[in-house]
């Protein structure tokens, strides 16, 4: 049975910093893309970023650009998010997801797995 297992969520004040975690067991998903998206209180999921699956490439969200960072480690089967000068508007909760294809283009009819979300609160 596969199960993406996100941490690192909670609640840190505008500017501050988190690394999110998205370890999966079950598969290996070395050959797969894995991406972040978000979603807020009444409003959709939307993507944040991706990684292809060797780790060399890498898409983002024009709202994270310079702020956050994707990567992974194929031997752990994990995925990360490193998110730094939080706002208030990143708050929401975060979810990571397996890419069906290889790459770091992804969107969410593309993810085959989800992982149950984790709770990224930003205060002002």
């Known amino acids: 049975q596969v199960q993406l297992v996100e941490s690192g969520g909670g609640l840190v004040q505008a500017g501050g910093s988190l690394r999110l975690s998205c370890a999966a067991s079950?598969?290996?998903?070395?050959?797969?893309?894995m991406g972040w998206f978000r979603q807020a209180p009444g409003k959709e999921r939307e993507f944040v970023a991706a990684?292809?699956?060797?780790?060399?490439?890498?898409n983002y969200a024009d709202s994270v650009k310079g702020r956050f960072t994707i990567s992974r480690d194929n031997a752990k089967n994990t995925v990360y998010l490193q998110m730094n000068s939080l706002k208030p508007e990143d708050t929401a909760v975060y979810y990571c997801?397996?890419?069906?294809?290889?790459?770091?283009?992804?969107?969410?009819?593309?993810?085959?797995?989800w992982g149950q979300g984790t709770q990224v609160t930003v205060s002002s």
């Open positions: 079950g598969r290996t998903f070395s050959s797969n893309g």
């Open positions: 997801a397996v890419n069906k294809y290889s790459t770091s283009q992804i969107e969410t009819s593309s993810c085959e797995y």
């Open positions: 990684v292809g699956w060797s780790g060399r490439y890498t």
